[in-house]
């Protein structure tokens, strides 16, 4: 019996181990200076590309504008990240995932639909005002509309990852190359809509 305990032990420290390795790995200094950084300053620490949307016109489509540690490299072994979200009226951002990290979004102007989907495709809808914030559980599908037919929205993401990357469904399983007669099977369809689909999600010249 003490040996069975002993063991049920051991298990319960390893599966605590994997919870606490599942985010971004720690680092052992202070911050990470970039190989391109000689002298290090406030500067590094200092994100500007966020003041395009102060007084800024509404983008025509919807548009993303990112603070992770690709714009953003001191923030690189932070695990946290942000995002800008502007939805001109009738604009969505299509179904996705965050394979690295949970999102955490908050509605600064207008309102949204939101939705994700659990490992049980049970779906969960809100509709979000000015003010609200909802989270998105990490790697699970999820979406934001602007169902307002004359007023944009802006909303802020927070991710608990500097690099949570995006996974989007329509481009991931309809632009990378799959064989339509996998997609049409996959779909209960035919190739011909399968085709249409396809030709939908060209970028427009």
Known sequence: MAMLNRFFLLVACFAVIEI???????????????????????????????????GG?????????????????????????YAALQFPAGATNPPHTHPRASELLFVVDGTLEVGLIDTSNKLYTQTLQTGDLFVFPKGLVHFQFNADAKKSALAISAFGSS??????????????????????LSFKTDVATIQKIKAGLVPKP
Do not use: C, H
């Not at 971004?24 to 620490?45: A, M």
């Not at 949570?164 to 469904?169: D, E, M, Q, R, Y």
């Open 20 to 54: 606490i390795m599942a985010g971004d790995p720690d680092i052992l200094t202070d911050f990470i200076v970039p190989s391109n950084v000689t002298s290090v300053n406030s500067s590094l620490f200092t994100f500007t590309g966020f003041r395009a949307l102060l």
């Open 57 to 81: 016109e509404s983008p025509p489509a919807f548009k993303v504008l990112k603070a992770s540690m690709a714009e953003f490299p001191a923030l690189n072994g932070q695990s946290v990240s």
């Open 163 to 184: 690099s949570a990357g995006t996974v989007s469904i329509p481009s991931t399983v309809f632009a990378t190359g799959i064989d339509d007669n996998i997609l049409a």
